[in-house]
């Protein structure tokens, strides 16, 4: 049998990975990226990295590398900053060099570089401009959202006292209390807690947060070239997606259908119009696809987000009693029985925007943010870091570093509070990142934040059967994002 055919495959074969490896060593090399583990080629670090575990094991690294090291998903080299100082000097100091978007294959399947998350240069910055000027139209930062909220809250309210005093898994009530001020602004209206529509719609959101957070997800942001074609929860990312799509296009079209050019109602209206305007420019920016991408972006930022951290909050207040008893007391003493909660009533009650701060602190419900890119070649600290590649900043480090913060693994208000119990700040609480990436609803989610939890704290008080501890607060520190343990507690009217 003639086996010279083999025989030529094998030698083409052993040769191809020969190239292939003194290229990649001598490209490895002769590079000036900061220092990490040595990769291999293709593969990358993936074995530097525990399965489910990539949070830990980039904190794990940093112990050999120092704050600022390099790692390879697959061919490809990214930067992780952990500690803020670092993240200070990329995201503050250097803000336009790191302004752009790093990759997120999950997420990038779907979105392919569309809405004002996802882009970059020109295009992001007409977005970014865009959204905000129109979220400021209906209101955010004004009275306007602000009595959104409260409306909101109030109906909230009222269905946690149609429980009497049952049991309950506060995850779907918050989460769809929070997305309703999000429906309000882009698409003018609220949903009932009952209304299926809406159920499948926080349904999808949530599970592309879970699979994009799960161990597949976090393969298939080191391995992405491997893992697309690897079946698996990571391919149900973009079905998800596409889901979603599907159900904020029929809004958009029904929108479309009564549209009135001099009368805006909400974020979907604002968009069309300002489509209808720039239908004559080849080069446009506003489109259905940026519509949708942009609409998706909103929720995401605008939901998951802060309901998380509400439910990490109401856990924190199970296992500090004590802390709610002086939340309590700030609010009959400030607000009293008789009126809601507002945003004036804030800067009177240090103490409970202190806790607020020490919830988000602790909780910090997306550990590693989402990937930065640099715009041009760019050195940060005599390294030298090439156009294009991804800059992870590990937002948890800064809100856990010692320098900063005194018992930075320990829930503690007075990080937040002076020696005159007046509220203090601090440059390292970035939950919601820092630089020109900023989280577009930052305004938006800290309103949110104070008016929930002070109507909440208001009418009733915590109480559970199951006793937690400290160890039950402590982020998982998985992957993407950190959800609390499964609990369900009661709330008791006060009056």
Known sequence: MDTAWLWTLLLTLLISCMLIYSTWTKMYRNSNLPPGPTPIPLF?????????EMVKSLLELRKIYGPVYTLYFGPSPVIILCDYQSIKEALNDQA??????GKIPSWDQYFQGYGEAFTNGEEWKQLRRFSLTTLRNFGMGKKGIEERIQEEAQFLVEEIKSYKEKSFDPAKLLVQCVSNVICSVVFGK????SNKDFHELLYMFQAVFEDTSSSWGQL????????KHIPGPHRRVLHELNRVNDFILQRVNENEKTLDPKSPRNFIDSFLIQMQQEKENPMTKFHRKNLICTIMNL?????????????HGFLILL????IEVKLHEEIDRVIGQGRCPTMEDKSKMPYTDAVIHEIQRVSDVIPMSLPHSVMKDTQLRGYTIPKGTDVYPMICTALRDPKQFATPNKFNPQHFLDDKGNFKTSNAFMPF???KRICLGEGLARME???FLTNILQNFKLHSEKQFTEDDIAPKMQGFANYPLFYEFSLIPRI
């Open 449 to 451: 934040l104070f008016l």
């Open 299 to 311: 929720f995401f930022a605008g939901t998951e987000t802060v309901s998380t951290t509400l439910r």
């Open 96 to 101: 336009e060099e790191f302004s752009g978007r």
């Open 319 to 322: 296992i500090h009693p004590e």
């Open 44 to 52: 990358g670090n993936v074995l530097q990295i525990k399965r489910g």
């Open 433 to 435: 990142s820092t630089g």
């Open 190 to 193: 609220r949903y009932e807690y």
């Open 220 to 227: 298939m942001t080191m391995l992405p070239i491997i893992m």
